[in-house]
């Protein structure tokens, strides 16, 4: 672990990977800290999308739609391994909003922002259309439009390592104790599992701890928190699948929400709830009266109906919003908000964002550190994350090419671990010869050879971030073959 840094960035979610990536790439030394795994907590438990937000609309945050609008495209530039294109489809209720409000506002989600490669939206008839037939026959009408779907975990991870490529230092499992404030850096006290307590120096510290923020604050300057916070749990749900294809629906509810229903593989993934929440956000879960909630939406619009006894799984996440003085948690802002203290040796604490925007809250934040050191300003061009610089034209042709070379791996299983890893799959996979050379088959497509490269090359350490982080086959397991694997990953420790 270095002893002296610039940047000291606690948490490693998706804020406090994208400000370690790119303040490392502008060339500071940077050492990043998690008291947990990478993605851990609420970047693993989002939606899952890379979206402007369409309902951010009616609450007018014009701002932040267009910001994350443009986004889209430089997230399916950087990583066309995790971020995809995905078709929504708006039943229209016309209880709710009248038709001319929708297509007005999709034609402005059209056009606010830059849009290269993707669909504009359009007016379906869905009593003809292939995607009316898992609904009830009262949506005749409807509109699809564009956006894109990603990995949430792995975005994380691939902003980490390329951080680490740039020089940062990534210490998961490892917790900031004590931080003792000077004029001109500070002294802070680390603590990694197992390991005695070990100081170190640096000349800001970037507080991006999502739920714990107001913790990390109260650490490190005696307060709660330098920002009024509200913290909001989203809940979601997977079942298996409700209809064919692999378009999205969002569904609009009397109440003023929506929710999505989005293809996940063989299953559906059904959220989010937004509610407000006190306690440990460790700890959180989806609650009964959510996860009925989230069928009832449902059964409002397919044929198929749910019940919570149909839900395979379900995961809830905490996000730390600023508290811009909002009744309804669901409309609280989900713009994020830097607070720069400077008094003496910077604190940067950041609030709220989107996983869409995390880099150009990233920028946001390197824009307040050029206060502290002297920059470069920000390539035109950003460099591929990971796995993105692809050797063919694109990503289906890269699995052809791949399955082609590597025919003795099952097919579907190559597919996933480049849907993964993109073009590191050249280095999970070099020396491979035969199937024998994968090692121990655990189930779902995961094999020995991957999870020892999971551990060895991005900060894997406990059988779930493999399970459920690194490659979601933890889902499609027997509860017997995610015994086995935990049993097999504790052993190799």
């Known amino acids: 672990m270095l ?17 370690a990536n790119l303040a ?10 998690e008291r ?41 530039s950087l990583a066309p ?38 669909a504009p939206s359009r007016r379906l008839n869905l009593g003809r259309h292939p995607f009316g037939e898992p609904l009830k026959s009262g949506f005749g009408r409807g509109f699809s439009y564009t956006d894109c779907w990603a990995d949430d975990a792995r975005l994380v991870v691939l902003n980490a390592l390329q951080a680490s490529e740039y020089g940062a230092s990534i210490c998961t499992r490892t917790q900031m104790t004590a931080a003792e404030r000077g004029r001109d850096d500070w002294c802070v006290t680390l603590e990694r599992q197992g390991k005695a307590p070990t100081t170190i120096r640096c000349r800001v510290v970037i507080n991006a701890a999502g739920p714990w923020a107001g913790e990390i604050a109260a650490l ?23 209809y064919a294809g692999e378009q999205a629906y969002i569904l609009q509810l009397d109440d003023s929400r929506i929710v999505f229903v989005l293809p996940y593989g063989a299953y559906n993934l059904i959220g989010t709830t937004d509610v407000d929440f006190s306690g440990d956000a460790r ?22 109906r749910l019940t919570p006894e149909d839900v395979v799984w379900s995961y809830a996440g905490v996000r730390s919003l600023y508290d811009d003085g909002t009744v309804e948690a669901a409309r609280v802002t989900r713009d994020y908000h830097l607070k720069y203290d400077a008094a003496a040796a910077p604190l940067l604490s950041v609030y709220g964002g989107k996983l869409t925007t995390y880099r ?8 307040l550190l050029s206060q502290r050191f002297d920059l470069p300003l920000p390539p035109d061009a950003p460099p591929k994350l990971p796995g993105g610089v692809l050797p063919t034209a694109d990503m289906a042709s890269y699995m052809a090419d791949l399955t082609r070379r590597l025919s003795f791996i099952p097919a579907a299983d190559l597919v996933e671990m480049a849907g993964r890893h993109g073009s590191r799959c050249e280095l999970l996979l070099a020396g491979v010869s035969s199937r024998s050379d994968l090692g121990l ?25 493999v399970l459920w982080r690194r490659t979601k086959c933890g889902l499609r397991m027997s509860a017997a073959q995610r015994e086995q694997f935990t049993n097999w990953w504790n052993a190799a420790v």
Not at 85 to 110: C, E, K
Not at 228 to 241: A, E, N, T
Request: with cysteine; charged share 20%; aromatic share 6%.
């Open 3 to 19: 002893k002296e840094v610039d940047v000291l960035v606690v948490g490693g979610g998706i804020n406090g990977c994208g400000i």
């Open 24 to 33: 490392a790439q502008a060339g500071l030394s940077v050492l990043l800290v």
């Open 36 to 76: 947990g795994d990478l993605a851990g907590q609420t970047s693993s438990r989002s939606s899952k999308l890379v979206h402007g937000g369409l309902r951010y609309l009616e609450t007018r945050e014009f701002r932040l739609v267009r910001e994350a609008l443009a986004e889209r495209e430089v997230l399916l």
């Open 81 to 118: 391994h995790i971020v995809h294109p995905l078709t929504f489809v708006l039943p229209h209720n016309p209880s709710l909003r009248p038709a001319w409000m929708i297509r007005a506002g999709l034609m402005l989600y059209d056009h606010l922002g830059r849009r290269e490669s993707l």
């Open 220 to 242: 490190a300057m005696g307060l709660a928190s330098p920002v009024p916070l509200r913290l909001v749990k989203g809940s979601h749900i997977v079942v298996p699948r409700l």
């Open 283 to 304: 700890t959180v879960s989806a609650d009964a009266a959510e996860i009925a909630y989230l069928c009832t939406a449902v059964n409002g619009y397919f044929k198929r």
């Open 360 to 367: 150009r809250l990233a920028l946001s934040a390197l824009r």
């Open 441 to 465: 088959a655990f189930g779902a497509g995961l094999y020995q050879r991957e999870a020892e490269f999971l551990r060895s090359e991005e900060w894997a350490t406990e059988a779930e971030d």
